[in-house]
């Protein structure tokens, strides 16, 4: 069946990516927005190494984002186990084992109705009406795994199919060209996001905000869930202020700041920085926690490039405009003449209503 037009474009977007001057899991955001043009599901996930040395994961916005967490309790893993051949967090094995696109009966190590009576299922993805899903573990050219990413589909829709599976794996070497780490510049980045929370000095929550929320959610990833108690690295950093204000100079004061921490996954950088203020009571000691997420600035650019909806090689060409790249660089890079670039150049200002390429920047590059 040969592809539509919408379909066209969203693979030379896909290409276009592997061929940028950034990659990494911070990428996946754009990856899974054009997925969406070319396989029809629901919502998207990324698993991949984290740093802590067990696996991290990315979910597109969705209900299972208020329930991925329960994916990291020991049952539910012992669970999946038990009805799949390899676990997301048997990662080493899937490297190791899983090769090209694979559908939900590849993956099962039980017949679909034992899958329907786990805990796995019941926990994790009956919440959230997920039933069918596609799989693909990405590696380098060197054979080191690199993440896997996986695809559903609800109760409500079509079960994935022969066409889907091989989109999929048709799509590998550019996703694992995408999504292979690079080396991390938070200098080439943009503040996203910011918030703040406020606990005593012994961690417990004073006052909080969803946006809050949602960047501590982000920063310490789907294993760590919401609730009274804050992540276990921020309740160290509170014992080390107590510390400090007991053992350091008195000098600095009720108003030294905690040490600061930072943090990166495949949704960016994030900073956290804490100062001791007194309680809104008026009596004893609080803490407020600054909260703030950084981008990469391609990650940031994509997204308002991708709203411009502009015809593929003035896409691109604004890009590497953005991004500083001098005009005959761009004209190489692209395979095109000088007068050819300048062109294309002229004709993205005039779409644009811009001047120059500060302009361009500055409007590629507002915060959104």
């Given at each position: 069946?040969?592809l ?41 996930a ?62 099962l ?63 590998e ?14 200098q ?6 910011s ?8 961690g ?13 959610a982000q ?6 869930h ?12 509170l ?48 803490v ?26 003035q ?26 670039a ?27």
């Amino acid at each position: 069946m040969p592809l539509t037009r919408i379909q066209q474009r969203a693979i030379a977007r896909l290409q276009q990516m592997a061929c940028l001057d950034f990659n990494g899991p911070q990428l996946i955001e754009p990856v899974l927005h054009e997925l969406h043009y070319l396989i029809s599901f629901d919502s998207g996930a990324y698993f991949y190494p984290g740093g802590n040395g067990g696996m991290d994961a990315y979910l597109e916005p969705s209900m299972g984002r208020d329930t991925i967490h329960t994916y990291f309790d020991p049952q539910v893993m012992a669970s999946e186990r038990k009805v799949m051949r390899r676990s997301a967090h048997q990662f080493a094995d899937a490297v190791r084992f899983d090769h090209g696109a694979q559908g939900l009966e590849q993956l099962l190590a039980v017949p679909i109705s034992e899958l329907l009576r786990s805990d796995f299922y019941n926990v994790t993805l009956r919440p959230v009406e997920v039933f069918d899903l596609l799989s693909l573990v990405l590696r380098t050219p060197q054979g080191e795994g690199l993440g896997t990413i996986k695809l559903y589909r609800s109760m409500a829709s079509s079960r994935f199919g022969v066409r889907d599976l091989a989109m999929l794996g048709r799509l590998e070497p550019w996703l694992a060209r995408i999504l292979q780490p690079g080396e991390l510049d938070t200098q080439d980045s943009v503040v996203h996001d910011s918030a703040m929370l406020v606990t005593t000095p012994q961690g417990r929550l004073l006052w909080t905000s969803q946006k809050s929320n949602q960047l501590l959610a982000q920063a310490f990833g789907p294993s760590w869930h919401r609730r009274s108690e804050l992540p276990p690295a921020l309740q160290a950093l509170l014992q080390r202020l107590h510390f400090a204000g007991r053992h350091g100079d008195s000098r600095n004061g009720p108003a030294a700041a905690l040490p600061q921490l930072d943090l990166h996954n495949a949704s960016g950088w994030f900073s956290l920085r804490a100062t001791q203020m007194a309680a809104a009571a008026g009596e004893g000691q609080a803490v407020g926690i600054q909260i703030t997420h950084r981008v990469p600035r391609v990650a940031h650019l994509l997204p308002a490039l991708r709203a411009l909806s502009l015809p593929q090689r003035q896409h691109e060409l604004a890009y590497w405009l953005a991004r500083g790249l001098p005009e005959a660089q761009i004209a190489e890079r692209m395979g095109i003449s000088a007068n050819t670039a300048t062109y294309h150049r002229r004709q993205i200002y005039t779409r644009l209503g811009v001047q120059n390429r500060l302009e361009l920047q500055a409007r590629l590059l507002a915060p959104r």
